[in-house]
C-alpha cells in the first residue's frame, strides 16, 4: 500500500497563478482532509471531505477550493496565489465513521512557495 | 472551540534518559487522541491513538497516557535514543469524530 500519496512534492508559483494540489490514498477510507503546516502557527484544517460527494470548510479556507473526485481522490485548488499561501500543504485520510477510530494517516507533504 | 497546547516547546535530553511531553485539550468531550511524529521536511507519522474510552496505550518505548477529565495526555518515552530526535505533535478532534486540530508542538532532540 502506498498510503496517501500527494503531488507535486515542491512547487514556486508567481502571485496570481493558479494550481491544482493532487491528493489520492489506497486505504478505502472515507475521509480526507487537506491541512496547511506554517512556523509558530502549527497545523490547520484547510478543508475537508466526510465522504464521497461532500466536501466541508475548516479553519484557514479562503482562497481555495476542493474537490472530492472520488472516494480515492481529493484535490486542493489555489485560483490566484498569494505569497500568504507560502506554506507546507500535507493531505491526510481517516476511517471516518460511527464507531470508527478515526485515526489520521498523512501524506508527505507540498512545499509550495509564493513569490 | 477547542484549542491543544504543548509543552515545553523544545527539550533536549542526553541519551538514554526517560522523559515526558505533555499535551492539554480545552474541551475534554473528545472522540480520541492522537501523537504524531514529525522528522524535519517530512510528514506526520502516527504514533499511537487514544481512544476516550482507554486510559493509556504502549507501543514499543512509548507509552501515551489520557486523562480526559482534566484535559491532559502525556507521551513517555523510554531509553531515549538519537533516532528520536524529532517534533512531537498531539491532535484531538474539533468535536466528536471529526478533523483535528494540533497543537504546536514539542521539538525534541537527544543528544549522543
Known amino acids: 500500500n502506498a498510503g496517501v500519496t500527494q503531488t507535486p512534492k515542491f512547487q514556486v508559483l508567481k502571485t496570481g497563478q493558479s494550481m491544482t494540489l493532487q491528493c489520492a490514498q489506497d486505504?478505502?477510507?472515507?475521509?480526507m482532509y487537506w491541512y496547511r503546516q506554517d512556523p509558530g502557527m502549527g497545523l490547520r484544517l484547510i478543508y475537508y471531505s466526510a465522504s464521497e460527494g461532500t466536501t466541508d470548510k475548516g479553519e484557514v479556507p479562503n482562497g481555495y477550493n476542493v474537490s472530492r473526485l472520488n472516494k480515492r481522490e481529493f484535490s486542493l485548488r489555489l485560483e490566484s496565489a498569494a505569497p500568504s499561501q507560502t506554506s507546507v500543504y500535507f493531505c491526510?485520510?481517516?476511517?471516518?465513521?460511527?464507531?470508527?477510530?478515526?485515526?489520521?494517516?498523512f501524506g508527505p507533504g507540498t512545499r509550495l512557495t509564493v513569490l | 472551540k477547542q484549542e491543544v497546547t504543548q509543552i515545553p516547546a523544545a527539550l533536549s535530553v542526553p541519551e538514554g534518559e526517560n522523559l515526558v511531553l505533555n499535551c492539554s485539550f480545552t474541551?475534554?468531550?473528545?472522540?480520541?487522541l492522537q501523537w504524531f511524529r514529525q522528522d524535519p521536511g517530512k510528514g506526520l507519522t502516527s504514533l499511537l491513538l487514544?481512544?476516550?474510552?482507554?486510559r493509556e496505550q504502549t507501543s514499543g518505548r512509548l507509552n501515551a497516557s489520557l486523562d480526559k477529565s482534566s484535559g491532559r495526555s502525556t507521551l513517555y518515552i523510554a531509553a531515549s535514543q538519537p533516532g528520536d530526535s524529532a517534533t512531537y505533535l498531539c491532535a484531538v478532534p474539533y468535536s466528536g469524530n471529526t478533523p483535528l486540530v494540533f497543537g504546536k508542538g514539542t521539538r525534541l532532540s537527544v543528544i549522543a
Open positions: 487514544i481512544q476516550s474510552s482507554q
Open positions: 486505504m478505502n477510507h472515507n475521509s
Open positions: 491526510a485520510s481517516s476511517d471516518f465513521v460511527a464507531g470508527g477510530r478515526g485515526e489520521q494517516f
Open positions: 474541551d475534554s468531550a473528545i472522540y480520541n
